[in-house]
Nanobody, 123 residues
Framework: QVQLVESGGGLVQTGGSLRLSCAAS????????MAWFRQAPGKEREFVAV????????NYVDSVKGRFTISRDNAKNTVYLQMNSLKPEDTAVYYCAATFNGMVTIPSLYNAWGQGTQVTVSS
């Protein structure tokens, strides 16, 4: 099973940018679909973006389309989330996750999770 460690979170002003990274260990990374989720205080964990094992297919929640980009480097066992034009409502703990279930968006279908990284967008 893959182990995941996120980094790159922080405090940024509205309109700013951040790039999150998720480093994976284990031999299955190249065959895993990878995704980013987020969870704000008092809210359920929410799907943000997903990328296929090859990197050729991606999908996003409507609220981040055109602002966020998910990518992966299979040679480095790393998946990224480039976040531009950040808004206060993007404030949350961001998690990366891995699955063998294809381009799914439901958290319970992911079998490996990182510890999360905090993103705070000030107004």
């Amino acid at each position: 099973q893959v182990q995941l460690v996120e980094s790159g979170g922080g405090l940024v002003q509205t309109g700013g940018s951040l790039r999150l990274s998720c480093a994976a260990s284990g031999r299955t990374f190249n065959t895993n679909t990878m995704a980013w989720f987020r969870q704000a205080p008092g809210k359920e964990r929410e799907f943000v973006a997903v990328i296929s094992s090859s990197g050729r297919s991606t999908n996003y929640v409507d609220s981040v389309k055109g602002r966020f980009t998910i990518s992966r480097d299979n040679a480095k066992n790393t998946v990224y989330l480039q976040m531009n034009s950040l808004k206060p409502e993007d404030t949350a703990v961001y998690y990366c996750a891995a699955t063998f279930n294809g381009m799914v968006t439901i958290p319970s279908l992911y079998n490996a999770w990182g510890q999360g990284t905090q993103v705070t967008v000030s107004s």
